[in-house]
């Protein structure tokens, strides 16, 4: 055992010292006139100690760490092409993917209900959305499953079937893939739990024309950047998760020549493109599978604390953790707390609903709110609270992202990588921006605010990594 | 996508380097960087700078838009295949070296050290760090010091480890596991634990924990207990010998459990260290496994090394003191001493309990191992003989010595160092027992301690000596003081002295010195019955 040079930077270097526990120690400190930096420091919840102490000591963790955010923050994402489910992702009639982890049909909230009935009804399984009620609860030939469990991610209820067109993403580096719906727009639409015949329509008229335009309009054009749009409209006030005008607009740009030039009628054209252009949140259907490319290719990585997903399916929330696997960590989702639209209150919304998390389990979203300050007032805060948010996500994240950047933190990365390890420790819970879906099915959105994760998959995802790490001992 | 602030992919192409350019005496490096992304006025500055070094004879940084590559051809440079989401780095320089300082000011100009972000403001909207982690990332620091309650320790230690630095762990109550898991991560980065329960120490000049101002000196001192460690700075001190630094380990570290990691790895800094010519290892004596892996290290320093491993039938701390003033060259002084002032007589000799109020416990044991000596039986929370234990109530009639710092007697309430209740109490009720003939305490100063001791203990120790000589109870009461400090201490030591030497007590800077003058206090009782009897035959 030698001394490396660290040691003896020990005895030479200019004092500055960082101290955590009884302010005293600070204070004799500044009594000598030596530079301190105090620790704001909080127990973490009883019961997490050991828990703790075995993940932190774990000798893989540090490097294993090391390799899940380098992979994470390396994916690349391009649209590649759009495709009917049933290819894609292999959707037989009578499954149905949705969003969050797995759910049952009798546990499921009124939008997730409402977008299966729908859902339902679109694939000519049910006559009608009574009908459809019935099948369901009976549940006979019927599948579900989560998107997440197919590398796909899909908004508010996220229901996929198999005739409904999906985005196909793909990673350059590892040719990996992930899938996405196509955003039906706002008001009373399938992903908020409406099954009407005017969301029946929609549905057909986007799996008839508006799939296979964006799809001859992306091969034409080629493999479209979305990573590259994602770090350019973060600097001109979206974050990806409530707020994608910028980006919706950059990917019609981009499109527009290819979609002009295909062979297809220029009324089917001038309606795709009405479409996408009257959708303000047309991208967040592009940002989302984007953030699964990264957040997946960090997965599996034994010893790492690193999240790579948080999704609600609108009854629990779910995370899953590199170094568990697939395991979910599960909770009762909450009601997120904001601003509502019109005469909506507390008591019409859902619980958080949607794999739209994964934005933020991928540094975007709510953790880059300081980029997004015209977002912040619609969920009920002021600028300064935007610049906040995003400050306190750098406690529990492991990475400054080197791509995401926000301009008024001096081009500072995003916060990436939320580490479960700083997570407990901190007390501070991932902050989610998010809209807020009406608990009655069809209802649509009544408002937006901000949601965390509940507690608890917190501490229990930890017991896992814990049971998952050699006991301590010297190493 | 032709903004030139956007980026993809990963990883960076070398296109070539080193390349001497044909016709001048120059060389080129030109490398195209995907997945590096900065915004212009940042790649301009950069270019600027790095164009702007010794031996550069051009620098093009930029993203690889048509228009900067029309620059580029224009430079001259060897033409890359790049993109606009690429970052092209074009340096042309008058040699190799040259070239490799352009290349590291780039690196420089482009890379974002965090210790220069604010907290506060547009640039991290003033969040507080919440873990050691988060301020190491912040903040260039030299080292750590950890104070949580000790289940929680282990991470924050850990933090200051993977962030690069040494770390004090003065919280106690770590498992045994996690302090080993600690020191190994620690020696394997090459850095220090100091800890875990180590109160003491003084790095850089600085006093972190309870730690006595001194002057910067050859000695270095490496020390698994905090008082020890506050004695001998102090009677260096007063030989005018200063300290280069003082280690703590922690009390546990030379347990056959850690097997004296920490020793070790301090022992081997100091001797690494060129302003450390002579090092002193302090403890109680190790496990045996132990005790020779530390002789073994101190054989092998090149820096002279005294080991003081200190117990009944060693040197106590004032012989070594001496012992390490004497290897440095200085003199060894006469130890301070301050008897009691005014017109009081000194105390005779008389028969009675000897009670020691201990603060620190090392010093509570030197002062036991000297009492024992002479005496016989001691009975302590602390005892030297599990039979000498003193039971829960901390009663007895015999010869006594407590040590008020003991984990038993600080549950739940501030260190006697910092907060003097319990002993004053306790003397209040040494003066209320006519079997009590001497009292001796110590008196810890220096950083963290009780910021004027004196304030209490001399009129506490003044009424006491009056009740006695009012004749209630009877009897002399005599009251030694052990006063660890130096005359730079904030408390400041003489003037701390005096006012308990104006009390009435006899006042020494060598804790043995005091023990051994407060022994000589006490004669030995004849066959009264008096506990002190009890186990004569089997006095040391």
């Known amino acids: 055992m030698t001394a490396g040079a660290p040691s003896l930077g020990l005895l030479t270097a200019d004092p500055h010292v960082v101290t955590v526990g009884a302010g ?107 009908a459809a009620e019935t099948l369901l609860a009976a549940g006979d030939g019927i599948v579900l499953d989560s998107c997440h469990h197919h590398r796909a991610v899909g908004p508010m209820a996220g229901v996929i079937s198999a005739s409904m067109w999906v985005f196909e993403l793909r990673d350059p580096g590892s040719d990996a893939r992930a899938y996405c719906s196509l955003n039906e727009g ?75 030039d295909c062979d297809a009628a220029a009324k089917d054209v001038a309606e795709v493109v009405r479409f996408v252009a009257g959708n303000d949140h047309f991208f967040l259907n592009l940002a989302m599978p984007a953030c699964k490319l990264a957040t997946d290719a960090a997965r599996d990585v034994p010893g790492s604390t690193v999240v790579v997903a948080m999704a609600r399916n609108g009854t629990d929330f779910g995370i899953q953790v590199s170094g568990t696997g697939d395991r979910w960590f599960t909770g009762p989702a909450l009601v997120p707390e904001g601003l509502y639209l019109g005469d909506y209150g507390p008591e019409d919304a ?31 805060g002021e600028v300064p609270d935007a610049l906040a948010a995003t400050g306190s996500m750098y406690e529990i994240t492991l990475a400054e992202h080197p791509v995401f950047q926000v301009p008024i933190l001096d081009f500072r990365g995003t916060p990436t990588g939320i580490d479960v390890t700083r997570v407990v420790r901190t007390g501070i819970l991932p902050s989610i921006n998010t809209g807020m879906a009406g608990r009655v099915p069809g209802t649509g959105q009544v408002g937006a605010g901000l949601v965390t994760p509940p507690e608890q998959v917190f501490p229990a995802a930890l017991a896992a990594l814990a049971e998952a790490s050699p006991p301590v001992g010297p190493g | ?143 750590a010091l950890v104070s949580v309650p000790g289940r929680f320790a282990f991470a924050e230690a850990m933090d200051a480890l993977e962030g690069g630095v040494s770390v004090l762990v003065f919280s106690d109550n770590v498992p045994v596991e996690q302090e080993v898991r600690l020191k190994q991560e620690a020696a394997r980065r090459g850095l220090l634990v100091m800890g875990p329960d180590c109160g003491t120490a003084v790095v850089g000049g600085v006093g972190l924990g309870f730690a006595n101002a001194v002057r910067p000196g050859p000695v270095g001192l490496v020390a698994a207990s905090g008082t020890g460690a506050q004695q001998l700075l102090c009677l260096l001190d007063a030989a005018g010998v200063g300290v280069s630094a003082c280690l703590g380990v922690g009390g546990r570290d030379l347990s056959a459990a850690v097997g004296g990691r920490s020793t070790l790895q301090a022992m081997a800094a100091l001797d690494a260290d060129p302003a450390t010519e002579l090092v002193v290892v302090v403890s109680k004596p190790p496990a045996k496994e132990v005790a020779d892996a530390v002789a073994e290290r101190a054989a092998a320093m090149r820096t002279p090394t005294l080991l003081a491993l200190l117990g009944r039938g060693r040197p106590d701390l004032t012989t070594v003191a001496a012992r390490a003033i004497a290897t440095t060259g200085a003199a060894v002084p006469q130890w301070p001493e301050w008897p009691p002032s005014g017109r009081q007589p000194s105390p005779c000799p008389r028969s009675g309990a000897l009670r020691g109020l201990f603060s620190g416990g090392t010093l509570c044991d030197e002062a036991m191992v000297i009492a024992a000596a002479e005496l016989g039986p001691v009975a302590s929370n602390i005892p030297l003989e599990p039979e000498w234990a003193l039971p829960d109530d901390l ?146």
């Open chain 1, 24 to 130: 005293l120690f600070a204070e004799a400190l500044a009594a000598q006139a030596v530079p301190v930096t105090p620790v704001e420091w909080r127990p973490p919840p009883p019961g997490t100690e050991e828990d703790l102490v075995r993940v932190v000591a774990d000798p893989r963790r540090p490097e294993a760490n090391r390799t899940a955010m380098e992979r994470m923050l390396a994916a690349g994402a391009e649209l590649v092409d759009v495709r009917p489910a049933s290819e894609a992702l292999g959707l037989e009639a009578g499954t149905f993917f949705h969003a969050g982890p797995p759910v049952t049909w009798e546990r499921a909230s009124g939008p997730l209900r409402g977008a299966l009935m729908g859902a339902a009804v679109f694939e000519g399984l049910a006559e009608s959305p009574a």
């Open chain 1, 186 to 260: 706002l008001g009373k639409v399938l992903r908020y739990g409406a099954y009407g015949q005017d969301v029946i329509d929609r549905l057909r008229w986007m799996s008839a024309v508006l799939g296979p335009l964006l799809r001859s309009a992306v091969l034409a054009h080629g493999p479209i950047d979305v990573k590259a749009i994602v770090a350019q409209m973060l600097q001109m006030g979206d974050e990806g998760h409530n707020r994608n005008r910028a980006g919706t607009l950059m990917l019609l740009r981009e499109v527009l020549p290819s979609l002009i």
């Open chain 1, 350 to 380: 859902n619980p958080d609903i949607g794999d739209s998390a994964i934005t933020e389990t991928a540094g975007i979203g709510g953790f880059a709110m300081a980029a997004a300050p015209a977002i912040v007032r619609f969920v009920g």
């Open chain 2, 1 to 143: 996508m032709t903004t030139d602030d956007a980026l993809t992919g990963a990883g960076a192409r070398e296109v070539s380097t080193g390349v001497p350019v044909t016709g001048a005496d120059l060389v080129e490096h030109v490398e195209v960087r995907s997945g590096a992304y900065h915004d212009s006025v940042t790649l301009m500055q950069a270019s600027r700078a790095v164009a702007g070094l010794a031996g550069i004879e051009g620098a093009l940084i930029a993203m690889g838009t048509e228009l900067n590559l029309d620059i580029l051809r224009g430079m001259g440079f060897a033409m890359p295949s790049a993109g606009p989401n690429d970052l092209v780095v074009a340096v042309r320089a008058v040699d190799g070296a040259a070239l490799t300082r352009g290349l590291d000011g780039l690196d420089a100009a482009l890379s974002r050290p965090t210790a220069t972000r604010s907290v506060g403001g547009a640039s991290g909207a003033d969040v507080p760090p919440r873990t050691t982690g988060s301020a190491l990332r912040r903040t260039s620091a030299s080292l």
């Open chain 2, 395 to 540: 009663r007895t009639t015999g010869h006594a010595m407590i040590d008020f710092g003991e984990d038993r007697l600080t549950a739940g309430r501030p260190h006697p160092m910092i907060d003097p209740s319990l002993r004053l109490e306790r003397l209040a009720v040494e003066a209320g027992d006519p079997g009590t003939a001497v009292v001796l305490l110590d008196v810890v100063l220096g950083h963290g301690s009780h910021p004027d001791p004196a304030a209490d203990l001399a009129p506490a120790i003044r009424a006491a000596r009056e009740a006695r000589r009012r004749g209630s109870p009877p009897g002399e009461l005599a009251v030694v003081v052990s006063l660890c400090g130096t005359s730079s201490d904030p408390q400041r030591r003489d003037r701390q002295a005096e006012a308990l030497a104006a009390a009435g007590a006899h006042v020494f800077a060598s804790n043995a010195a005091a023990a051994r003058h407060a022994v000589g206090l006490v004669r030995p009782a004849s066959a009264t019955g008096n506990p002190a009897d009890r186990s004569a035959g089997s006095t040391s």
